[in-house]
């Protein structure tokens, strides 16, 4: 072509209706990746089927300190920060690929002194500066694909972070209530402690009037201390909870020893649970979200590595000027400038790029296996936690059961002994017993409480899905605003 112009002008109509090579992705339906309508159904009047809202679901337990736990993790949280941070870094990397698109222009100047040893000249100045600028026409779509997957990487950031907030609230949420849970037990200890040192001063006081032996005061002592040497290793592990929720909500040990020492009681689950659709559990799953924006990411490199079959087009141009004999520098004689374009294309390259093609389309099918898989998970999860937050109740009411007859056996055990009518073994038969069922009473409630939060934690509770856009089920996130912790 004769005329550089109107090729330029060629080459700007190109990049203006550039098309992008490679597959457009597609996100995957419900019927494709085969998910249930509904969950297996689980015989338990606490659970109803509807839309849920799990924005702020540990308010169901009605418990303040909880609350005010959770909003100090949301806001100084380390691992929470850092995801934050981890999606400034997605958003900036997706700023830097985008820039691409625009011209690049450098500007260079600089002078240097130069002497001819052989003639003798004089030693002169020269000075050049001039302006450079670079324009890459996207004709077959590769920087376009490229921005594609950097946005897909940066939305899956963003759910990673709010993956990191789901999990964090469950955790401060379980330990919590494990510190509860274990407070309860120590109660439970020291009462039946308190009861086990009057049975050892009614023994004493029968054995010094002969109505007791040796052997009935030393089983008592050997209960007694049984029962002393059960509390340090619960102490231990309150005190090991309390020093994880320090961590998880961004203060020290200290603080939190002081804040939660106060034995309370446990909180417990509502009534009513409501668990919404398969489709929408998978919705509100951050980790599931993130894989579907991976998969999507991955299908845009595949189109990367196609426009490497593809010429490149760009336009080049320069404008400075040359002084070599160190006179006036900005003289119009010294002034020069070239405009034109350029192309690029790797004819052949041993198959070099048509292998990298094949790399990544086996990296998408690994994606889409990865995405299936997170799918499984997340619907496995859902139904372990449904089954042992229904059965955990059952056995919370059994174990009821046994504890209220334990502690009728004792009273009646230790007023026969009284009476004569019972011999001290079924006494001590008795305490144990009591002691025993308590403690399982105050882990049983710790359990039904804290299997909810699991339920909660696999159905993905703990942000508010208005954040995004209305989409279909596994829809791909929209651009979000500037992500916060706790957000």
Not at 15 to 41: A, H, M, R, W
Not at 108 to 132: C, K, V, W
Not at 165 to 193: D, H
Not at 258 to 269: F, G, V, Y
Request: hydrophobic residues 40%.
């Amino acid at each position: 072509m004769q005329n550089p112009h109107l090729l330029t002008a060629i080459l700007c109509g190109l990049s203006l209706t550039s098309c992008k090579v490679g597959p457009d992705y597609e996100v995957p339906t419900n019927d494709e990746l085969q998910i249930p309508k509904e969950f297996v159904e689980v015989e338990d009047p606490a659970f109803s089927s509807g839309a849920a809202d799990l924005t702020n679901w540990w308010v169901i337990f009605d418990d303040p300190i909880l609350t005010k736990l959770i909003e100090s993790a949301s806001s100084d949280n380390r691992d929470l920060r850092i995801a934050v941070s981890r999606v400034k870094e997605a958003r900036a990397r997706t700023d830097v690929i985008r820039s691409q698109w625009a011209p690049q222009v450098g500007v260079s100047a600089g002078y240097e002194l130069a002497n001819d040893t052989f003639t003798n000249f004089d030693t002169l100045g020269r000075s050049t500066a001039g302006i450079g600028a670079s324009w890459e026409l996207d004709v077959f779509g590769r920087i376009a694909r490229q921005v594609e997957s950097a946005e897909a990487q940066y939305q899956a950031a963003e759910e990673d972070r709010r993956d990191v907030q789901v999990a964090l609230y469950a955790e401060v949420a379980r330990a919590y209530l494990s510190v509860r849970t274990i407070q309860g037990q120590l109660k439970a200890a020291e009462n039946n402690i308190e009861s086990q040192r009057e049975t050892l001063r009614l023994t004493q006081i029968r054995l010094e009037n002969g109505i007791a032996t040796a052997l009935d005061q030393a089983q008592a002592k050997q209960v007694l201390a049984s029962s002393l040497a059960e509390l340090p290793p619960l102490r231990i592990s309150l005190s090991r909870e309390m020093n994880t929720i320090s961590i998880l909500v961004g203060t020290h040990p200290q603080q939190m020893h002081t804040d939660l020492s106060e034995p309370q009681p446990i909180p417990m689950p509502p009534e009513d649970v409501t668990v919404d659709v398969p489709a929408q559990v998978l919705r509100q799953r951050p980790d599931v979200r993130a894989s579907e924006r991976r998969l999507a990411a991955q299908t845009a490199e595949v189109g990367v590595a196609t426009a490497d079959l593809y010429p490149s087009f760009s336009l080049e141009g320069n404008f400075g000027f040359d002084e070599p004999n160190g006179g006036n520098l900005f003289d119009s004689g010294n002034r020069g400038f070239a405009i034109g374009p350029a192309f690029r294309w790797d004819v052949y390259n041993g198959g070099r790029l048509r292998s990298q093609i094949d790399v990544q389309d086996a990296r998408l099918e690994q994606s889409l296996l990865r995405y299936e898989n997170t799918i499984l998970s997340a619907l496995e999860e859902v139904e372990t936690s449904m089954t042992a937050f229904t059965e955990q109740r059952k056995r919370l009411t059994a174990i009821l059961e046994v504890a209220e007859e334990s502690r009728t056996t004792l009273r009646l055990a230790t007023l026969l002994y009284k009476d004569g009518l019972a011999n001290f073994q079924q006494v001590l038969d008795a305490q144990r017993q009591t002691l025993l069922s308590e403690r399982q009473v105050a882990k049983a409630r710790g359990l039904s409480s804290q299997n909810l939060v699991s339920l909660y934690r696999a159905l993905g509770g703990g942000w508010d899905t208005s954040e995004v856009a209305e989409e279909e089920p596994l829809a791909p996130a929209g651009e979000e605003s500037e992500p916060q912790p706790g957000q």
